[in-house]
């Protein structure tokens, strides 16, 4: 729906027209199409868009920022209901995902994570696979993990950032 020849408001009521709105607290599914992830996704102002994201934007009357992920609390993929929606960061959302064990590959719990980043202060030849091996994961994992390029946002406190 980029043409010019459609308002704004024919363009959200032709978008919305792909929701099931039910009871104002409980989720609205959206009906269109859907990623592999399961979440809904449309084209909006000519770019493949998630619906969730586009609904936020709608009920916000602004673009969500690039650098925020739009955080859906009710973790439904397909629920697209503004009131279930809010803005946070990478961070948050991966930090939503690890607590509640949605992640796409949930095989660390936070306390796991600190246990291993406690044992990698006194890292030696082997460690990786040894921790990957107790705690069911690969070697390369734990080198992410010891790399900073995973679980970061756990911190040594034991609390993801942000969330104390």
Same mark, same amino acid.
């Given at each position: 729906?980029?043409?010019?020849?459609? &308002?704004?408001?024919?363009?959200? &009521?032709?978008?919305?027209?792909?929701?099931? =709105? &039910?009871?104002?607290?409980?989720?609205?599914?959206?009906?269109?199409?859907?990623?592999?992830?399961?979440? #809904? %996704?449309?084209?909006?102002? #000519?770019?493949?868009?998630?619906?969730?994201? +586009?609904?936020?934007? =709608?009920?916000?009357?602004?673009?969500?920022?690039?650098?925020?992920?739009?955080?859906?609390?009710?973790?439904?993929?397909?629920? %697209?209901?503004?009131?279930?929606?809010?803005? #946070?960061?990478?961070?948050?959302?991966?930090?939503?995902?690890?607590?509640?064990?949605?992640?796409?590959?949930?095989?660390? &719990?936070?306390?796991?994570?600190?246990? =291993?980043?406690?044992?990698?202060?006194?890292?030696?030849? #082997?460690?990786?696979?040894?921790?990957?091996?107790?705690?069911? %994961?690969?070697?390369?994992? +734990?080198?992410? =993990?010891?790399?900073?390029?995973?679980?970061?946002?756990?911190?040594? +406190?034991?609390?993801?950032?942000? +969330?104390?």
């Amino acid at each position: 729906m980029t043409n010019q020849r459609y &308002t704004r408001a024919q363009q959200v &009521t032709a978008f919305l027209a792909r929701v099931e =709105i &039910t009871v104002v607290e409980e989720c609205w599914l959206w009906k269109g199409g859907t990623m592999n992830c399961g979440y #809904g %996704v449309s084209v909006w102002r #000519g770019k493949m868009r998630p619906a969730h994201r +586009i609904v936020w934007e =709608i009920a916000n009357g602004r673009d969500a920022p690039d650098d925020k992920d739009v955080l859906n609390a009710c973790d439904t993929p397909l629920c %697209v209901n503004p009131s279930h929606l809010s803005l #946070g960061t990478p961070t948050d959302n991966a930090t939503d995902m690890l607590r509640k064990m949605r992640s796409p590959n949930p095989k660390l &719990t936070i306390p796991q994570v600190l246990e =291993i980043k406690e044992t990698l202060k006194n890292w030696r030849k #082997g460690m990786n696979t040894e921790l990957g091996k107790k705690y069911g %994961v690969t070697a390369l994992t +734990i080198l992410k =993990i010891r790399k900073g390029h995973t679980y970061k946002f756990v911190d040594s +406190i034991g609390e993801p950032h942000g +969330i104390r």
